[in-house]
């Protein structure tokens, strides 16, 4: 009997420990850190803070890659603070392009919801890994690798991709290349294309230099 008392207030002791640390939702006006933001008063937290609705409209795709990433990562939504998900909604018209890019913090699943999306990524050996996918197909790219998607349909494409950290990261291949103030000789030089390459992608892409 003292025994089963005792497992029993071990259980209650262990589950209100859990209880505490069920979730973080960011506080985003803290700094984040190392392990992601401060969590608010738990007394503040409401049902809204685990909910987000901007992703139920399609991004605007009238831009140069005639696509749109809405990122529900946790600066948008801080209620998957500490949690080790997010979520982002691609929106491709017809010839969208998401331009090769990397997320150094996370894996990624892309779940097709319609339209036909070609999607591939590069391997650290180099070796591509290519597929279409269509409508309720799903594909995964690893942490870390370049990977890009492409409408490969006549009409406008929609996925939603999942990512194994709150706060995945997002780097452009293309914008780290040609869309900052690296200096044009350096590029040429470290990518082995020539000066009217460079200067015309730093144009597109908005760089300097
Ligand atoms: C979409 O973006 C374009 C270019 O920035 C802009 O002109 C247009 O008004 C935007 N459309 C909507 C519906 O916001």
């Given amino acids: 009997m003292l025994h089963i008392l005792f497992l029993f207030s071990l259980i209650l002791s262990s589950s209100s420990i859990s209880n505490a640390a069920d979730f973080c939702v960011a506080d985003l006006m803290a700094a984040e850190g190392p392990a992601g933001f401060p969590c608010k008063a738990a007394a503040k937290v409401t049902a ?8 139920a409209k399609s991004g605007n795709t009238t831009n140069i890659i005639s696509a749109a990433v809405s990122p529900a990562f946790v600066a948008q939504f801080p209620g998957v603070n500490g949690l080790g998900i997010s979520i982002a909604r691609l929106d491709l018209a017809p010839g969208g392009v998401i331009p090769f890019h990397t997320h150094p913090g996370a894996s990624e699943l892309l779940l097709c ?20 996918v269509g409508k309720g197909e ?45 200096p044009s000789k350096l590029v040429e030089t470290v990518t082995f294309l020539d000066d009217a390459q460079v200067k015309k992608l730093k144009g597109v892409l908005g760089g300097t230099g």
Avoid: C, E, R, W
């Avoid at 919801?113 to 279409?132: R, T």
């Avoid at 939603?160 to 040609?178: K, T, W």
């Fill in 113 to 132: 919801l319609h339209g036909h999306i070609l999607a591939g990524f590069v391997s650290s050996a180099n070796k591509v890994y290519i597929k279409k």
């Fill in 48 to 55: 809204d803070d685990f909910v987000y609705t901007a992703l």
């Fill in 138 to 182: 799903i594909m995964v790219f690893p942490q870390g690798l370049l990977h890009f998607q492409v409408n490969a349909g006549k009409n406008s494409a929609t996925a939603f991709v999942s990512f194994s950290s709150p706060d995945p990261g997002l780097q452009i291949l293309d914008y780290a290349l040609f869309g900052n103030d690296l």
